[in-house]
């Protein structure tokens, strides 16, 4: 009897190796186990045998059914496994060498530049505030220590409004509203007025590369009881060594302006050649970056703040300027002019 | 401002010192010098004085002369020479052989057969003046063959300084006021100014002379004649020439040497046009014509320098043609005074004439100087001049002083104010440096500010660190961070709100932001057909096309649009930005700040990128707001605004602005195969907005009911109204799941699912609040189209 098994077998080997598909798999599973399968004929062929023959058949067709369904399962596991290679070897093999495509928004660049001197001065405590394009006469010039007929007020051409008002001329318009918003906190609470004020400045003049008459300033000014130069040089230096996210060599020199005594000229050491000289510094090795000075006792009096008892600084940063020299965008007009292909360069700058 | 370190080193000696590093200190510690500093003479070498001794017309040339030269040497030199002056016994400046003269070295050179062994040189070519009349001719009495070097200031360091920079400090307008600067920065003791003593003159008669105006501080002159000198010395037309001023005749040369060395202006009239000389306005305007030959237009609140009535010059500007020197001038009076400077600068805009001399009344010239300047001018005249007379006592009114500036402060204040550690040594000797006068009381100090400092320019005591610390120098400042209190410091909720809108525009929608003018630019509105309306307008807008303020950014914006066509198929602008409305109930600008977008596409129809900027507006309000947006027709009142679409946009019951398709007129002008929407909204108004927390529900653990129900229907508003109004907690989420049109007309269909926080729910349960739905919208005449799902 045992030739029948081993012939079932030989013929269930023959079968499987012929099998190439999981259905093809099914059928001889159906054909050799399934219940009219051959293995399970077999058994159907135990009822002439002796007891004795009938355990030893059993056990035999026992051992060649649990066999086939191992070798069955073996190889459905077989054909997954290659149905699986089939498939990762049907995807084709992508060409990474097309250019991605990066379609995507932008940031005006002022927008970025803005930020990112904000971001510096929020970390260190400064607030920053926002204030409106046209403001009054005493905003723009007599807060400011910069009464009528001042010779001052010839330095700035600046457009005024049928009603009076004006558009600003510079961000320090600003400065009187701050002191007066702030300084019942310093005085009753001893927190320092720290803030920074970017904005859109106007100025009545022709345009060229050079020249705009819409531009962006950040006024940042800080008072307490006992704010001095020393103070200033170093606000300075921190927050263009940030900006630049360089070490950059600042130096002072007198400068006039009303609202501060004493006012300075803050230059920075050229980024492009390091203070060797080069044309973009007219080779002084300079760059003239941003008035700065002590706030004049005057500006802080007309803010509501006793200049015997507390003294600050105040910086402007030309934001268009610096715009333009971190992205060397050479026609300042470009920033202004609304055109997409120069604009939609400035997708971010963290 | 040229500035000439010779000139200056007559004030103070800076002998042994690095020139160049004092330049470059007293630009950081004074005024910004220019980049270019000029080293005259340093292309000269080897020019000595010659004589001719012989001169002979060139055989074939007109031009040439063939001249024999004596350089103090044994041979006489033979020269070829084109200059038409020369003559003998006429000293000239002399190149030898060997000598540089600019880029040329000379060596003997043939010229049309003659062979020139040097060459006498022009004032031109030695770089001394702009004369090129001719060869130089010498006049001192010098040896012949000395170097000119030795004996003319060829050799000189000329820097720049902005005229900007120094329009706080009218002591800096002439050299003697830089060189007290040079002493200070160098350690160094400044000169008295070497002056003649006009006391010795008070007996002679003095000159009728009356200030009739305010606006005339002090005035003073003299009388003076029996001049014989002529043409300047040499050393004084350089240093003029160098100076950027041209050298005219002695005394014109004189009175321009003056005001470049104290600053004071001064002006030399003809006497016999000056004898009753009186300072005053006129009542009505006339013609005066300036020396220049120019007939100006005079008003009243010009001040006049007259001879009784008659006007003679313009205070502070110029002098008239009539009392100008003339060849018969045999007596002259000197003007040294100072005027109001305010009155000076706007009499310079009235007559858009700016001269040497207004550009330094403007600044506040100190009144002191002008006795102190005609001194000084009898001196230098006398000794360039031994036959000049002063016939006059000096006449001198001085109607206006200034008060004397006192200033005390204690060394505390400086030490608050600098930060730094400055002894009390160094701040009295810097002081002092500058001619203050200091005492110093324990810690105490007691300081009269110089009157040359004291007319506008040093008055707090701020004004004196300035003094201190530019000297100090700001480069040894010890520099170190401020100790504050610390606090928290929160964003104002306006700026936050545009950061974050900025973000989701650029991030989730690729839009671009833009940058644009706050004026309606008249051309590129009329180019769309946009009316300019009646905005706030703009007084001195030197362009008429930027006349007025804008009302919104929209117009601006579709013009942005219109410039970017061809860009893409499809692009987004916003830009946040101010407007104003107009003029407020309390007079002053009712202005806004806003954010613009607008949508560009060539692919999508109207309506869909509308619904897709509604869905931009919303997720932003959602977003940084938690609110939904509503919408509202409105009218259209401005020529670009749509008739039809165009909806006013609330939040949380604020009205924010507007959404809305542009009119057609508009639209064809801008592209006709595009379309075009926008939205306006005011960022103020939203930032007013509370941000409602996020309202959390849990998700039911039981199974949910879809039910999707199609309503015929033009709007969806009664549908939402009526969902709204069934108030059932038991619904989870509302959709539209489909909008379509067929034969019935419009169908929404709308997508309800229920669920039940803690149990299955039954349809039962559903039903009846469909039917409520269904019930109130049927009675609206909105029928349902399919009947009921379940």
Redesign the interface.
Same mark, same amino acid.
């Given at each position: 009897m045992s030739d029948k098994t081993t012939k079932v077998r030989e013929a269930f080997l023959n079968a499987l190796a012929e099998v190439n598909s999981i259905e093809e798999l099914e059928k001889i599973r159906v054909e050799y186990i399934g219940k009219k399968g051959f293995v399970t004929e077999l058994l159907k062929e135990m009822k002439d045998l002796s007891n004795e023959e009938k355990k030893t058949f059993g056990q035999a067709v026992n051992v060649l059914k649990n066999e086939v369904n191992d070798m069955i399962n073996a190889k459905r596991e077989e054909l997954k496994q290659k149905e699986i290679e089939l498939e990762n070897s049907r995807m084709p093999e992508f060409d990474v060498s097309i250019p991605a495509n990066l379609?995507?928004?932008?940031?005006?660049p002022?927008?970025l530049v803005q930020?990112q001197c904000e971001e510096i001065f929020?970390s260190m405590?400064?607030?920053?505030?926002?204030y409106?394009?046209?403001v009054?006469d005493y905003e723009c010039f007599e807060s400011l220590n910069i009464p009528k007929?001042h010779?001052a007020r010839?330095m700035q051409d600046t457009?005024?409004?049928?009603?009076?008002?004006l558009?600003k001329s510079q961000t320090s318009a600003a400065q009187n509203a701050i002191y007066k918003k702030y300084k019942d906190a310093l005085y009753n609470?001893?927190?320092?007025i720290?803030a920074i004020f970017p904005g859109?400045c106007?100025r009545?003049e022709?345009t060229d590369a050079c020249h705009e008459?819409?531009f962006f300033q950040m006024e940042g000014v800080?008072v307490?009881k006992?704010?001095?130069?020393?103070?200033l040089?170093?606000?300075m230096?921190?927050m263009l060594s940030e900006v630049f996210q360089k070490d950059i060599k600042v130096?002072?020199?007198?400068?006039?302006f009303p609202f501060v005594?004493?006012?300075?000229?803050l230059d920075i050491s050229c980024l492009i050649c390091g203070g060797d000289g080069c044309p973009s510094c007219?080779?002084?090795g300079w760059l003239e970056l941003c008035p700065c000075g002590?706030i004049?006792?005057e500006v802080l009096k007309a803010g509501g703040i006793d200049p015997d008892e507390y003294?600050g600084f105040a910086f402007g940063l030309g934001l268009t300027r610096l715009a333009m020299m971190k992205y060397g965008v050479k026609d300042i007009r470009d920033?202004?002019s609304?055109?997409?292909?120069t604009?939609?360069q400035f997708?971010?700058d963290k | 401002m040229f500035l000439s370190m010779n000139w200056i080193s007559d004030f103070v000696d800076l002998s042994g010192l690095d020139k160049m590093e004092l330049i470059s200190k007293f630009?950081?510690?004074?005024?910004?010098v220019e980049?270019d500093i000029f080293f005259k003479g340093s292309d000269i070498s080897g020019v000595v004085v010659a004589e001719i001794k012989s001169v002979e017309n060139h055989p074939e040339s007109k031009k040439l002369h063939l001249l024999k030269v004596d350089i103090g040497e044994d041979e006489l030199v033979d020269v070829v020479c084109g200059a038409p002056n020369v003559r003998v016994g006429m000293k000239t400046a002399f190149a030898k052989l060997g000598a540089q003269i600019g880029e040329i070295t000379i060596a003997p050179r043939k010229l049309a057969g003659y062979t020139s062994n040097g060459m006498c040189c022009s004032e031109q070519e030695l770089g001394i003046s702009d004369s090129h009349e001719g060869i130089m001719d010498i006049t001192d009495d010098v040896a012949l063959g000395t170097d000119l070097k030795s004996i003319y200031e060829i050799d000189d360091i000329i820097f720049e300084v902005d005229n900007k920079?120094l329009?706080?400090r009218p002591d800096l307008w002439g050299h003697y006021g830089i060189a007290r600067e040079f002493a200070a920065i160098s350690g160094r003791e400044l000169k008295p100014i070497p002056v003649t003593d006009l006391s010795m003159y008070d007996s002679l008669e003095k000159i009728d002379l009356k200030i009739e105006d305010p606006l005339c501080q002090r005035y003073s002159c003299l009388k003076f004649g029996n001049i014989s000198v002529h043409k300047s010395p040499v050393n004084m037309r350089i240093r003029l020439f160098y100076c950027g001023m041209r050298a005219l005749n002695f005394l014109a040369d004189l009175t321009n040497y003056l005001m470049l060395e104290l600053g004071q202006p001064m002006h030399a009239f003809d006497s016999r046009k000056v004898e009753k000389i009186r300072i005053k306005r006129f009542d009505k305007p006339f013609t005066f014509k300036t020396l220049d030959g120019v007939d100006r237009k005079i008003d009243e609140n010009t001040l006049m320098i007259c001879n009784g009535d008659t006007p003679v010059a313009i205070a502070g500007i110029m002098g008239g043609l009539d009392s100008e020197i003339v060849d018969d001038t045999d007596t002259l009076t000197l003007e040294s005074a100072t005027f109001d400077a305010?009155s000076i600068?706007?009499s310079t805009v009235r007559l858009s004439h700016r001269t040497d001399a207004s550009m330094r009344y403007?600044k506040s010239l100190d009144p002191e100087l002008t006795p102190i300047a005609v001194a000084r001018f009898v001196r230098l005249l006398q000794e360039i001049d031994s036959n000049a007379e002063v016939i006059s006592a000096l006449t001198d009114e001085y109607a206006f002083k200034y008060d004397d500036v006192k200033l005390s402060f204690d060394k505390a204040f400086v030490d608050?104010?600098?930060?730094?550690e400055i002894d009390n040594d160094t701040i009295v000797k810097t002081l002092l440096s500058l001619g203050f006068d200091v005492e110093l009381d324990g810690d105490k100090f007691n300081v009269e500010v110089p009157s040359w400092r004291a007319t506008k320019d040093v008055t707090?005591?701020?004004?004196i660190?300035?003094e201190i610390?530019?000297i100090y120098g700001?480069?040894n400042?010890?520099?170190?961070?401020?100790s504050?209190?610390?606090?928290p @410091?929160?964003?104002?909720q306006?700026?936050s709100d545009e950061?974050r809108i &900025?973000d989701i525009?650029?991030?989730r929608?690729?839009?671009?932001?833009?940058?644009?003018?706050?004026w309606a630019y008249y051309d590129e509105y009329k180019a769309l057909g946009i009316e300019i309306e009646n905005n706030?307008?703009?007084?001195?807008?030197?362009n008429p096309n930027i006349k007025t303020?804008r009302k919104s950014i929209v117009p601006t914006q579709l013009?942005?649009v219109k410039?970017?066509v061809g860009?893409?198929t499809d692009?987004?602008?916003f830009e946040v930005g101010?407007v @104003?409305e107009g003029?407020g109930a309390d007079?002053?600008?009712d202005?806004h &700040?806003k954010l613009c977008i607008t949508l560009y596409s060539k692919t999508k129809d109207t309506q869909d990128i509308y619904f897709e900027l509604i869905d931009i507006l919303s997720v932003i309000a959602d977003d940084i707001k938690h609110e939904a947006l509503s919408f509202e027709k409105m009218e259209a009142t401005h020529s670009y605004q749509h008739p039809k679409n165009l909806n006013e946009i609330s939040c949380a019951g604020v009205k924010l602005g507007e959404i809305g398709i542009v009119n057609s007129s508009v639209a064809k002008k801008i592209d006709k195969k595009a379309n075009v929407v926008y939205a306006e909204i005011d960022v103020e108004a939203f930032a007013t907005i509370k941000n409602a927390s996020i309202s959390y529900v849990e998700p039911s653990k039981f199974p949910e009911i879809e039910i999707d129900l199609s309503f015929v229907s033009a709007s969806y508003a009664p549908i939402a109204k009526a969902i709204e109004n069934a108030k059932c907690s038991l619904i989870r989420n509302v959709s539209v799941a489909d909008i379509y049109t067929d034969e019935t007309g419009k169908s929404i269909t709308v997508r309800i699912v229920f669920a039940h926080p803690e149990r299955t729910l039954t349809k039962e349960e559903v039903l009846e609040v469909v039917n409520v739905i269904v019930d109130e919208l049927d009675a609206q005449s909105i029928k349902l189209k399919n009947g009921l799902p379940m």
């Open positions: 379609k995507r928004g932008s940031y005006h002022i927008t930020r929020k405590g400064f607030t920053v505030e926002d409106s394009e046209i009054t007929n010779p010839d457009y005024y409004l049928e009603n009076g008002q558009l609470e001893g927190k320092a720290k859109r106007f009545n022709a008459n819409t800080m307490d006992n704010i001095s130069i020393s103070n040089i170093f606000f230096k921190t130096r002072l020199r007198p400068g006039f005594e004493p006012g300075f000229e007219k080779h002084s002590m004049h006792p003294t920033l202004n609304g055109s997409l292909k604009l939609s997708t971010d | 630009s950081l510690s004074t005024a910004e980049n920079s329009t706080n305010a600068r706007k403007e608050k104010y600098t930060g730094i707090i005591k701020a004004d660190i300035e610390t530019r700001y480069d400042f010890d520099i170190h961070t401020a504050v209190p610390l606090y @410091v929160r964003a104002a306006e700026k950061d &900025k525009l650029v991030k929608y690729s839009m671009h932001e833009l940058h644009s003018y706050v706030v307008e703009l007084i001195n807008a030197t303020i013009c942005q410039y970017n860009y893409d692009f987004a602008l101010r @104003v003029i007079g002053l600008c202005e &700040k």
